[in-house]
């Protein structure tokens, strides 16, 4: 079975960071290109950052660009968000994916091209 398990989600001041973690269980993980997503309240989720099999691409939406750092660690079956200056439009739940035929230098925010999704962890910033 197939699980992917988010973490590291919390409540924090603006300007403030928070690192998520996301594990993959059940898949061979250095196989699928992983994406983190967003979904804040009355709104429709959307891609964060995507970071691609080999590491050599990551992509950002505008919005998180110079404040957000993905990354992965293929040994431990795990995806990092790096979240610095936190801003209160920022506050959603955030949700891991992994997608194995996801090309993250293309259509990377595209929800139905990923195959495994996590429950999602709250990231909560305070003005």
């Known amino acids: 079975v197939q699980v992917v398990t988010e973490s590291g989600g919390g409540s924090v001041q603006a300007g403030g960071s928070l690192r998520l973690s996301c594990t993959a269980s059940?898949?061979?993980?250095?196989?699928?290109?992983m994406g983190w997503f967003r979904q804040a309240p009355g709104k429709e989720r959307e891609g964060v950052s995507c970071?691609?099999?080999?590491?050599?691409?990551?992509t950002y939406t505008d919005s998180v660009k110079g404040r957000f750092t993905i990354s992965r660690d293929d040994a431990k079956n795990t995806v990092y968000l790096e979240m610095n200056s936190l801003k209160p439009e920022d506050t959603a739940i955030y949700y891991c994916?992994?997608?194995?035929?996801?090309?993250?230098?293309?259509?990377?925010?595209?929800?139905?091209?990923?195959?495994?999704w996590g429950q999602g962890t709250q990231v909560t910033v305070s003005s």
């Open positions: 059940g898949l061979v993980f250095d196989d699928y290109a």
């Open positions: 970071i691609s099999r080999t590491t050599t691409y990551q």
């Open positions: 994916a992994a997608g194995r035929d996801v090309y993250c230098s293309v259509s990377w925010r595209r929800l139905p091209d990923y195959n495994y």
